[in-house]
Every structure is written in C-alpha cells, then in structure tokens.
C-alpha cells in the first residue's frame, strides 16, 4: 500500500492514512455497519484511555505484559490505551440498573482505533501498533441464547466477505488471553500470511495449528480426511466468553422472575485496517491494485486525450461523460475522476489509473469524435476491455454496486 | 448529556458514547465533510501516537507541560498522544519530495480522538481529555495566497454553524502555544461558557478578553462603540501559522521558476463532540433536549396507543404509518422510530421522545380511528403541534432536512 501512495510510515508501526485509504476505509466501515446493524448492533463508541483498575480487576494488567501501551496521567493514575474493550463495555453494561431480559441480546459495538505494542511491526496495515478494529460485544439471557448470538455473528461475518468478493475460512481457534470456551477466527487465505491453518480436505473441519498437536495429520472431526497445511491473515475472531468478564464486574440484568441473573457474553473483532491492506494483498498483481469492488476509493477514472493529440477535440467530450455519470447515476456522485492532467500521455495517465485500481477506466479517443462514439472501457477487476456506446455505458455502470 | 442517556462517564473526562450520541456525531462528521470537501479538503487520518522527537523539535514537548499524555514504548522510545498535529502533517507534506506548486493550496484534514490531560476536566463532552476533533493543516505558495485559504476557512466555518441553525461568533483570539501571527475564535454565546468575550455595541468587533488589556472599555477598531462583556463555548479556532512549522521540518514545494520553497501554513480546529454538547446546551430547555435540526439522532418518533386503551385499534395504523414514511421518504430511511413499548401510557412515552429530543413525534390515537384520519404530530424544535391528515404528514415531513 505504501509503493501505491496509500499510506505513509510515521513511528514503526503507524501509519498516515492516505485520502484514497480514507476513502476505503469509511466505505468498509458502511458495509460493516450495515451487517452489524442487520443483526441488532447498535455502535456506540468507548474512551482509548482505560483505567488500570478495571484492568486489574480481571488480571490482564499483568497478563498482557509489554503489548499493552501503559502511562500515567498529571496525577500519577494508571492507564492503558485499550488493545479490545471486555473490561470497558462489560462495566458500562453493569451500570445499566434497570437491564430487564426484555432488552436482551444486547450486541454493542464500535468501529475505532486501538493500540498495540507490537514487538515487530511489519507488513503496513497488517501488523501495526495503532489500527482501526470493529469490536463487538453481546450479552444474552442464557448460554443457549448466547451460543445463537454467537452464531449469528459468524454469518454476518460470512456474508460480509461475500460481499466484499472475499475467500474466507472459518477455523477454530485458541482463545489467548481474552479467556472463554470457543473461538473462531477468520482468515483470508494468503501465501504472507502469518497463521497457519490445517484444512481437511473432506470435511468442513479447519482449524488453527495453535489449537491442535503439531504431528496431527488426520481430521479429528471425520476420521477420514487428512489435513492440508496453508497459510492465512487472520481477519476476523469471535469468542464465546461466557461469565467470564460478567461475573466479575457484576453485569446482571433482571431475569422473567425480576431476579438479578449475570449474563453470557460473547466478543467479535473485525480488524479494519487490516481487511483493506489483506484484500489488496489477495487481490492485485504485481502491476495493478484491486479492490474489492464496493471498496475502490472511486468507482470510475474518466481519461480525455493528451492535449495536442489527434484526438484532442474530445477534451470537452471527456468532461461531459465524467459529469453526466456522476449526474445521471446518483449511486456514482462523488465516484467519477476526471484525470486532466492532459501534459501526460494517455499510456503514462492509464498506467496512474491501474496503480490506484479505479475498477473502470474510461478512455476517450478517437472513438469519441466519430459519427456513432463509442468509448474504451478497461474493467480492472474483470481484466476486459469494451468498446461502448455512451448509452452501453450508462448501462454498464447503473449495474455497479457501491456502499 | 449525561442524564438524558446520551453518555456514560468512564475516567475523569472520558465518556462513553452511547447510540444516540454516535448517530448525531456521524452526521455532524458527514456535514462537516461536505464544507471541508467543498473548499478543497481531503480527508487523511494521522497515528494517535506521535514521536517525541517531531514535538522536540519545535519546543513543544517542554512547551506543553501536563496537558500532554507522555508514554514510552517497549523500547523505553518516547511518545505523545497528539492533541493535535501541526509537527505530523508537517513532516508529511516535507515528504512529498515531488510536490509542486500546481498541486497548492494543500488543504489536509481529518476527523479523530485527539487527548488532552486537562487540569480539571468539567460539563461532560465540553471540557474533556479524550474527544473528537476536526483539525485542518493547509499549504500555501505565498502569504497572499494562505491569507485567502484562510478566509475560506472562516467562511466554510460560518455556513457550517448557520446549517446547524446555531449562532456563532467570530472572535479575536490570542495564538497560545500553537504560534503563528493571526487567530479566530469561533464562540457559541452561552452563560456557562467558559470564555470571556468583548463585542463591541457599534461595529462587528469582537475579541477574546485575553487579547485585550483588562481596563479596554472602548471599541480599539470603531473607537466608537463600547465593549460589553458576554460569555462563550469556543466550538473552533483557526490560526494563520505562517512558516513556523514548514520552515523547521522544510516543507517547500517547487515554485513557478522549478526552485524549491518553505510553504506558508494555517491550521483550523473544529470540536466534534463540543459542538454537540454545547448545541444541546444552547438550544434545550429544562423539560426537552433539542438538537440542531439536521443532527437529531433520529429525525421522527411514533407513538402507538396504549394497549388496552380505547384508541388500541389504531396500533397497526401506527406500524403502518412507521413504515410507509421511511418507505415513501428516502431521505427519512432509518430515521423513524417506532416506540412500541405500548404497556406504557403515551403520556409517559412522550416525554421519553421529548427527553431525546425527536424533532418530530407522532401521536396516533382515537383520531387516526376516524373516517379522515388525523394524526397528532409534536414539532419539538418549533414547539408548535398539528394534527394532519396522511397527506399533510408526508407533506410535512417532506421538507426535512437530512444528512
């Protein structure tokens, strides 16, 4: 991402953010929302700064050691710059006095920045010490009504990567030190990859290698398959927690019979910094960037001839077709560019285009100026190329879907 | 905020935001977009952790004192949690090594949590040490040039306040430790503000008492008018920087004859979750929050009757009712609540909406029985209430503005 001018190093392991990233990032955010929200989350948004004592209280203030960024403010109080927000949300909820089963599930969650002190940052956004994650966190009447919550947060999760065109796995995982009974994650597979995966080639079974020995090779699940090694970038992990956190902070709600009762919670990180960095890294060739369609920064580039060209009379077409796209279509307002630098040559602007991964191109020519015009159209995603009508062209991206 | 639900208190300071809040908070960003955009604006988004070393360079790091959050990272290195960042987008702009003068003004900005260890954090989102900022950096060819960026500016500032419906004066103001030659304040008058303020009674003078002599009782612009006293909520503040900051981290682009030049720099605040706080300060009663039109969490509230009561047959009316003004009114999509806890009494449920400060909230009762039904409908932020047909509450609500 930093060879393609979308982010910028600062301190080891942070970055700049690029407006074109930006751009990505607010429409991945939307489509994140939406499946949160289609599944009964509502975002809310907690402090970085998290006090040492609810930390202490559930002993990752030790637990975590030098991943957690510690300070202290003026008056010499300890806190952490939360990596994940259990002990944070769990007491918000605690607060909550009036909680009835009637308001349950609850699923809270936030799209913000977290911090950690990674010892080797590296990759841009895969690994950083600051980036943006989707949290989410559920509190259900019982651990039966847990485990469906639970479940239907992994089919938001399956569904997200589908819309984004994205092969994911959902394997089992170890739960580390966020503690609980089940974990799953999610991973993009990916030859830089960091985790391994064993993957059954008969069955659904897949898993982290963390959570099995390291000499198994057969399925424990059918019995017949054996498991293939691969490697992955780990997008997505949700935890079953049970009372662990609820137990502790006391997280009750008032149950059928109107008696306190501690609720079963779950946990779900999206890593959003690093669905974007994994999905161009999954996507692109060594020449071109891809995005997944809906999270190309602008949908379209519009190129008008070189000035002094042959076709240079189509200057003027060029800027119609840009500003009747953005017109016409409203899904595309604000998704049309207009590449005026027309000092450079069409080749040099369309080699431009492929670095930033437009998924359409729009090359105005020659063709433009004869009696029936017609327009080259470049899909980047698709590799084709047309040659269209303007109406054909109309055609081709009133289909476009964007977020 | 805090006894209308909206926020939760976490550390002294440090808030959680609840739904509602995020909801007003992500439109109040999405205005705040289009003004930037529509001046030339891009959006980036800079680390939260920032080097000791970009803050030693310009004195800041001792300048600062207490209201800066130090840590160090596993590798004792030193850090800040940037409460805002003139020495990071500095640094990048001076790694733009091809950057020309074509490409200015440069007009970067973002919309993050920006920290700040205040003394005595007070009044919730108003004066706190964790909260949202927009802050802007822009890059300018030559002092005439950056005097216009600006204006600019100040003008975008000035529309975005008249949008919100809120009034807003623009100030006289010292630069404080940020430096520079010239600065406004942007002040909401409010009685618990924490700024004092000079406004002359005869010309458009006004100023900040810190850039005045405590004794000035006369106008120093119209020498006519005299200065009265009023307070205010600083909401924004702009400061013209010149090149104090380009100059120690060399940011210079190519001029005209191809030689390279320092840039001249302004840098211009915006307190998101201030705005919203003081918004609601200013513009609610005792009784009823009231929110600028365009950033209600949700724009409309329906009441169905309560169950058991005479007018019950109307429940489905209301349901009805619900989903045909988010059906019909695109722009009222995900803006309409239903408040189906119809155990309760609509007396009770109506000063909930009140509480939340719906700008609309629609009461059906026996009228919606009628042979021409009639809805009740509370126009909060006017006070006035109409009872209309079907027809006339699409009509209505029409014409509401959203963002």
Redesign the interface.
Known sequence: MQQAGLI?P??PG??????A???S?EKLVRVIDQEMQAIGG??????????ADLWRRTERWELMG?EL???Q??HS?D?C?SPTHEE?VTT?VA?QSTLSYRQLPLLLYQV??K?R?E?KPKLGLLRG??FYMKDMYSFDVSEEAAYGTYESVCEAYTRLFSRLGLRCVQVQADTGNIGGTLSHEFQLPADIGEDKLLVCESCSFSANVETLTSDQTNCPKCNIGTLELSKGIEVGHTFYLGKKYSNIFNAAFSNTQNKPTIAEMGCYGLGVTRILAAAIEVLSTDEEIRWPGLLAPYQVCVLPPKKGSKADDASAIAEDVARGLSGTLAHLKGEVVLDDRIHMTIGKRLKDAKRLGYPYVIVVGQGALEEQPKFEVICQNTGETMFLSKDGLLDLLRTVETV
């Open positions: 910028h600062s301190n942070c970055y700049y953010y690029l407006p990233t930006v751009r990032m509502q975002k809310l948004d907690m402090p970085s700064l998290c006090s030098k960024f510690r300070l403010d003026r109080a806190y710059l944070a918000l607060h913000t920045r911090f002190d010892p010490r600051e």
